[in-house]
């Protein structure tokens, strides 16, 4: 799906889809699932999103002179490396997780932390552009995250996945619907972006995003074979490492963590590289198509599929639980179509080194 920057006047080349729940059910045998990788919009005749006005200016602070430089997450540079990617005990193996394959990386940087609404912000405001849940009208939140006044204007649920609903003025400026915004969540990662708003900030960011094998040895922080960034036990001393869902799904989370959705950035400790949010807090689109047959065979910067439907994203997200998604480990993955939006799920930039 390519862009063609930056305002409601440039031409647009997207592909015009209603949101719609893609309602697969599960395959016999297959764990529980939270619903997020069909969160998908589906083509529809004779709908086109509308074109709307920029971003509003919801923080003076991001709007001060300020050079790019200092808007913008810090880079790690993370040196080449042959790493193990994938693992060979999948904790859900139609997911591709496997097999275990040597990779070899060239060297790369990666943010620190997951970009941000006062990041996105500034991009909007810069550039004037319009996400795609703004120009479709709709996005997908959680409905436990919901008012009551939003809950009852509804008009249905995703049947597979009640607790998620299509939900009118929902975007990344409005990350529960119309009545909700971001005022004092400037540090939070920004929701609702599709893959391709996602490569447009990446883009005026003069960086890209990962490819998947980047992102997961960065999420690794320089360990092997283990299940999560800082080892295989979930909590360490009985220590929260990320934001995740505590209690039962999806009706209670006891948010032992602190939070019940979305956290500030670098809430959680970071992984042995430095990086924060690595798992859990918000899933992170990848630069790779998706596919689910890998091979053991040794490669260099993998790069995944020349084309498909959909789009890797890594890292789980604060709905997560072992019960129902069992995805917050750095082998784990799931996909969306490019044009998918919700209340969990982000991205961070990667860059490739200066010449």
Request: proline share 6%; with cysteine.
């Given at each position: 799906?390519?862009?063609?920057?930056?305002?409601?006047?440039?031409?647009?080349?997207?592909?015009?889809?209603?949101?719609?729940?893609?309602?697969?059910?599960?395959?016999?045998?297959?764990?529980?699932?939270?619903?997020?990788?069909?969160?998908?919009?589906?083509?529809?005749?004779?709908?086109?999103?509308?074109?709307?006005?920029?971003?509003?200016?919801?923080?003076?602070?991001?709007?001060?002179?300020?050079?790019?430089?200092?808007?913008?997450?810090?880079?790690?540079?993370?040196?080449?490396?042959?790493?193990?990617?994938?693992?060979?005990?999948?904790?859900?193996?139609?997911?591709?997780?496997?097999?275990?394959?040597?990779?070899?990386?060239?060297?790369?940087?990666?943010?620190?932390?997951?970009?941000?609404?006062?990041?996105?912000?500034?991009?909007?405001?810069?550039?004037?552009?319009?996400?795609?849940?703004?120009?479709?009208?709709?996005?997908?939140?959680?409905?436990?995250?919901?008012?009551?006044?939003?809950?009852?204007?509804?008009?249905?649920?995703?049947?597979?996945?009640?607790?998620?609903?299509?939900?009118?003025?929902?975007?990344?400026?409005?990350?529960?619907?119309?009545?909700?915004?971001?005022?004092?969540?400037?540090?939070?990662?920004?929701?609702?972006?599709?893959?391709?708003?996602?490569?447009?900030?990446?883009?005026?960011?003069?960086?890209?995003?990962?490819?998947?094998?980047?992102?997961?040895?960065?999420?690794?922080?320089?360990?092997?074979?283990?299940?999560?960034?800082?080892?295989?036990?979930?909590?360490?001393?009985?220590?929260?490492?990320?934001?995740?869902?505590?209690?039962?799904?999806?009706?209670?989370?006891?948010?032992?963590?602190?939070?019940?959705?979305?956290?500030?950035?670098?809430?959680?400790?970071?992984?042995?590289?430095?990086?924060?949010?690595?798992?859990?807090?918000?899933?992170?689109?990848?630069?790779?198509?998706?596919?689910?047959?890998?091979?053991?065979?040794?490669?260099?910067?993998?790069?995944?599929?020349?084309?498909?439907?959909?789009?890797?994203?890594?890292?789980?997200?604060?709905?997560?639980?072992?019960s129902y998604c069992y995805r917050y480990r750095c082998a784990a993955r799931s996909q969306n179509?490019?044009?998918?939006?919700?209340?969990?799920?982000?991205?961070?930039?990667?860059?490739?080194?200066?010449?």
């Amino acid at each position: 799906m390519a862009l063609s920057l930056w305002s409601c006047g440039a031409v647009l080349s997207v592909v015009c889809v209603s949101l719609q729940f893609a309602v697969n059910g599960l395959e016999a045998g297959s764990s529980p699932d939270c619903g997020c990788s069909s969160l998908n919009r589906e083509p529809s005749e004779g709908k086109h999103p509308s074109c709307e006005n920029p971003a509003d200016k919801y923080s003076a602070v991001v709007n001060e002179k300020s050079s790019d430089h200092e808007t913008l997450s810090k880079m790690v540079l993370l040196q080449g490396v042959w790493f193990l990617m994938g693992t060979d005990e999948p904790g859900i193996p139609q997911d591709g997780e496997g097999p275990q394959r040597r990779v070899w990386l060239d060297p790369f940087h990666i943010e620190e932390h997951e970009v941000t609404n006062k990041q996105f912000q500034r991009f909007t405001n810069q550039t004037g552009y319009v996400t795609e849940a703004e120009r479709f009208g709709d996005s997908f939140v959680f409905e436990g995250l919901l008012s009551e006044d939003i809950k009852s204007s509804l008009s249905h649920a995703v049947a597979a996945a009640p607790w998620w609903s299509p939900v009118k003025g929902a975007d990344w400026k409005h990350p529960e619907g119309p009545d909700s915004d971001i005022a004092d969540r400037m540090d939070h990662p920004v929701l609702h972006v599709s893959w391709a708003d996602a490569q447009a900030y990446c883009q005026w960011a003069q960086r890209r995003l990962p490819t998947e094998a980047e992102w997961e040895f960065a999420c690794r922080g320089g360990l092997q074979d283990r299940l999560y960034p800082w080892g295989n036990k979930l909590m360490p001393r009985g220590q929260h490492y990320a934001n995740l869902w505590q209690g039962n799904f999806p009706n209670h989370n006891t948010a032992e963590d602190g939070y019940s959705k979305a956290s500030p950035v670098m809430s959680f400790p970071a992984n042995g590289f430095g990086l924060y949010d690595m798992v859990g807090n918000v899933w992170e689109w990848t630069a790779d198509w998706w596919n689910v047959h890998h091979t053991r065979d040794h490669s260099r910067n993998p790069k995944g599929p020349e084309t498909g439907t959909d789009k890797v994203k890594k890292g789980g997200s604060y709905m997560c639980h072992k019960s129902y998604c069992y995805r917050y480990r750095c082998a784990a993955r799931s996909q969306n179509t490019p044009d998918s939006s919700a209340s969990n799920l982000g991205f961070r930039c990667a860059a490739d080194p200066k010449l």
